[in-house]
């Protein structure tokens, strides 16, 4: 059974950092590129940052660049996305999403093969 299992979010105030974590299982974590996307209600899903297969080349959005990023650890099957300088305005549920191609950076959420089923982070100021 393909599997992606995000951890690590939470309540925490503005200026606190979190890690998320997404454990994949039932699939060859070498052959995916994985991203992190977060999601508000009303809206479609954001795309925060992706890595590439080996984690040599990262991808972060320009609205969250120098605050999150992105880093794989292929021996534990998990990624991980290291949010620091928390702001309300990060309040959402974080999703992480694996695709079975090389290709990454920019691609929505629907170019995906596998996604988790959410953490939710709530930044209070």
């Known amino acids: 059974q393909v599997q992606l299992v995000e951890s690590g979010g939470g309540l925490v105030q503005a200026g606190d950092s979190l890690r998320l974590s997404c454990v994949a299982s039932?699939?060859?974590?070498?052959?995916?590129?994985f991203s992190w996307f977060r999601q508000v209600p009303g809206k479609d899903h954001e795309l925060l940052a992706s890595?590439?297969?080996?984690?040599?080349?990262?991808y972060v959005v320009d609205s969250v660049k120098g605050r999150f990023t992105i880093s794989r650890d292929n021996a534990k099957n998990t990624v991980y996305l290291q949010m620091n300088s928390l702001k309300p305005e990060d309040t959402a549920v974080y999703y992480c999403?694996?695709?079975?191609?090389?290709?990454?950076?920019?691609?929505?959420?629907?170019?995906?093969?596998?996604w988790g089923q959410g953490t939710q982070v709530t930044v209070s100021s």
């Open positions: 890595i590439s297969l080996t984690g040599v080349r990262t």
């Open positions: 999403a694996a695709r079975n191609d090389p290709a990454y950076g920019t691609l929505s959420w629907a170019r995906y093969d596998v």
């Open positions: 039932g699939l060859t974590v070498s052959a995916y590129t």
